[in-house]
């Protein structure tokens, strides 16, 4: 687990992505927005909206008698703690073997490796690490 985070399930990121795309949304909006693709019922959307703020993913404020959700965190943010969990659970902690799989199996191009290289170096400079 991610900083103590469990990681999020399909429908679970179904709906962080309607509320990722949409800054906000109540329940009924998140539900609506699924219906072609996922359907449930309202109390399935307030149990995973539950599930989710329990997990931390999802704050909510109330605006008259309607929970208002948003995410807690911005996607990419939560992309870089699953990949941190990936590396801790399969790849025994090191960046360097989950890349060097990433560019053996091709889903990562030397071109793309070289760049990532280049905005690791820049970043050394401006912080002063390294």
């Not at 309607?18 to 019922?41: C, N, P, Q, Y």
């Not at 073997?97 to 401006?126: C, F, H, P, T, Y």
Request: charge should be positive; charged fraction near 35%; hydrophobic fraction near 35%.
């Amino acid at each position: 687990m991610f900083g103590g985070r469990k990681s999020l399930s399909n429908l679970e990121h179904l709906v962080m992505d309607v509320l990722w795309e949409r800054g906000s949304a109540t329940s009924e909006d998140i539900r609506t927005a699924l219906a072609k693709r996922h359907f449930m019922k309202e109390s399935t959307t307030r149990t995973i909206l539950r599930r989710l703020e329990d997990k931390g993913y999802v704050r909510h404020r109330v605006d008259g008698r309607t929970n208002i959700y948003v995410g807690a965190e911005k996607p990419a943010n939560v992309a870089a703690k699953a990949v941190r969990n990936i590396i801790d659970r399969l790849c025994d902690g090191s960046v360097e073997q989950l890349l060097v799989g990433m560019v053996d199996n091709e889903v990562i191009d030397e071109r793309e490796l070289a760049n990532l290289a280049r905005k690791i170096s820049k970043r050394k400079k401006v912080t002063g690490s390294g």
